[in-house]
């Protein structure tokens, strides 16, 4: 269970980075310090999501509802991770990064929530889930690493 934990952190550590730029030094500190912001909330994710939502899921009866459990709070997580990111006050050169930022990490969280919805299936069809999931989730996650907040 525990190496699930580092994914999503990992992938998180590439958003780290005040947004810099040309154009006026008001326009630049402004990008600057929505930079600071989007960093403040992916580090507060980095460091309060995983880890508590990991905790849950290891006292879980078995090793599915364990995964089951981890993949709710994985999902909220990132929703709720999209929701703050959208929720700040990027400056126009920063707007599609923000807009980016947040639709992936809510659709990162949609399909960690789909997993942990899934507690009527074999473990033989929850395997196969987890492949077909994963396949899915790849390309997201891809465009999720190649994001640069820095360059807005």
């Known amino acids: 269970m525990r190496r699930l934990v580092f994914v999503p952190v990992l992938l998180l550590a590439l958003f780290l980075a005040a947004c810099g730029g040309g154009g006026s030094s008001s326009e630049e500190a402004a990008e600057i310090a929505w930079g ?43 929703d709720q991770l999209g ?43 929850y395997r196969a889930l987890k492949v077909t999931t994963g396949k899915r989730m790849a390309g997201t996650l891809a465009r999720f690493e190649k994001l640069e907040l820095d360059h807005c």
């Open 83 to 125: 929701t703050e990111l959208e929720a700040t006050d990027a400056p126009d050169a920063c707007v599609d990064s923000r807009q980016s930022a947040a639709q992936m990490a809510q659709k990162i969280g949609a399909y960690f929530a789909e997993m942990a919805e899934q507690g009527d299936l074999t473990a033989a069809e």
């Open 36 to 78: 600071k912001e989007a960093d403040a909330l992916i580090t507060h994710f980095r460091t309060t999501g995983a880890p508590g939502v990991n905790e849950a899921a290891e006292a879980a009866p078995t090793h599915q509802q364990g995964e089951e459990i981890f993949y709710r709070g994985l999902g909220k997580k990132f």
